[in-house]
């Protein structure tokens, strides 16, 4: 069997031999691409990194949240593939780099950001997403605006597998989700009450770390509090794990020069400004905010009455008391109740003027405008002689 797949991909061993005519052939494919490879100073390999310009040109169209993850490669010579990905407006995954180390530890996280900084805009509304236990020993910051979270995945099943209650990890899950901070008390004090040292324990941790109301509240960044993102396209390639280097990242390019232009085709004639799943919740808003009653308290601002409770908003500041409208960036109900009093007739027009930019099918279209060129690996060998 060795044998056979050997003949039909070729070995390991040739596989990082062939590592620099690789990226040679890469770039050549598809110019603008990052690559880069390091080795010890034996001539061992350590790391080797890929981001395409068909990937860095797409995120500029993204939301600028990057999840980060790293999944064990099953070849001989072992190593861990590191990915970093973004989401698009209809939640799909959207590669930013991939990088194979040696194993995973604080330098080779450090090497992987350090190559993303060299396209990846410092900015304020930059976070990276990074689920893993040992997350408190691995703060590398871009800049001072970009924290690593551990967040509600990895802690709601040490929950379950420490405390052994269903209920609290229910009332975790509720708490995390939350968009205020009264719903999220109600839901903790709940943990609280029904098995205390879970409470502690998350205490311990910081609410910062877990909690979507906490996030917004510290580092108002878009409603993207999962990194199942990363681990969804860490998953795309588990069988290929166990092939040789260069055939791991040949099956990359595939997948997502498909993944490009089923996307950039999907949706190039809708007559819709936004992608299908935001103007299907603006619409859901639409009709909600119909059941309520706003009240103009000052310029652009709003206070709106409807099921019992009064929500302020600030239609300048883009802001919602219920918190919905912050992190989602598109109006929330109470934000269509005001906006339908604020503008009469031109209300439908107006929703996309306080909605991001990101959700727009011209942007969503363009993120993927770029191709993604097959690497011509059958003629790496003519190329050794380079390198």
Not at 41 to 68: D, E, H, P, S, T
Not at 236 to 255: C, H, K, Q, Y
Request: proline fraction near 3%; include cysteine; charged fraction near 25%.
């Amino acid at each position: 069997m060795e044998i056979a797949k050997s003949l039909t991909r070729g070995t390991r061993e040739h596989g990082y031999a062939v590592l620099d005519a690789y990226r040679y052939m890469l770039r050549s494919a598809n110019p603008g691409s990052k690559t880069a490879l390091k080795v010890d100073a034996n001539g061992k390999f350590k790391y080797f990194f890929v981001a395409y310009k068909a990937w860095m040109l797409g995120f500029a169209q993204m939301r600028k949240v990057i999840a980060v993850d790293g999944t064990f490669l099953k070849s001989k010579y072992e190593g861990v593939l590191l990915s970093a990905v973004a989401q698009d407006a209809e939640n799909h995954v959207f590669p930013v780099a991939f990088c194979v180390v040696d194993k995973e530890c604080d330098a080779s996280y450090k090497y992987f950001f350090e190559q993303m900084r060299s396209f990846v805009d410092d900015t304020k509304e930059l976070c990276i997403i990074y689920d893993r236990h040992q997350v408190s020993k691995r703060r590398f910051q871009l800049s001072s605006f970009i924290s690593l979270w551990l967040l509600h995945e990895a802690l709601g099943e040490n929950l379950r597998t420490t405390f052994h209650n269903t209920k609290v990890v229910s009332q975790f899950y509720k708490a995390a989700k939350s968009y205020n901070i009264d719903e999220f008390n109600d839901h903790f004090n709940q943990i609280r009450d029904t098995v205390p040292g879970a409470a502690e324990h998350l205490e311990r941790v910081g609410f910062h770390r877990w909690s979507r109301d906490y996030v917004i509240v510290y580092f108002h960044k878009y409603n993207l509090m999962t990194s199942n993102i990363a681990e969804s396209a860490n998953s795309m390639f588990n069988v290929e794990r166990e092939f040789p280097i260069t055939v791991l990242f040949d099956a990359i390019n595939r997948r997502f020069a498909e993944k490009f232009h089923e996307r950039h085709m999907e949706l190039i004639d809708s007559p819709n400004i936004f992608v299908p799943s935001i103007e299907k919740k603006n619409s859901k808003f639409v009709n909600l905010g119909n059941k309520l009653l706003a009240h103009q308290i000052a310029n652009y601002k709003f206070s709106v009455i409807g099921h019992g409770a009064v929500a302020t908003i600030d239609l300048q500041s883009r802001s919602c008391t219920c918190r919905v409208f912050d992190p989602d960036k598109i109006p929330c109900p109470h934000a269509m109740a005001a906006l339908r009093v604020q503008y009469g007739d031109d209300f439908g027009r107006r929703i996309y003027d306080y909605s991001s930019s990101y959700y727009k099918v011209e942007n969503y279209i363009i993120a993927y405008c770029e191709k993604i060129c097959p690497v011509p690996s059958k003629n790496l060998g003519k190329f050794l002689w380079r390198f």
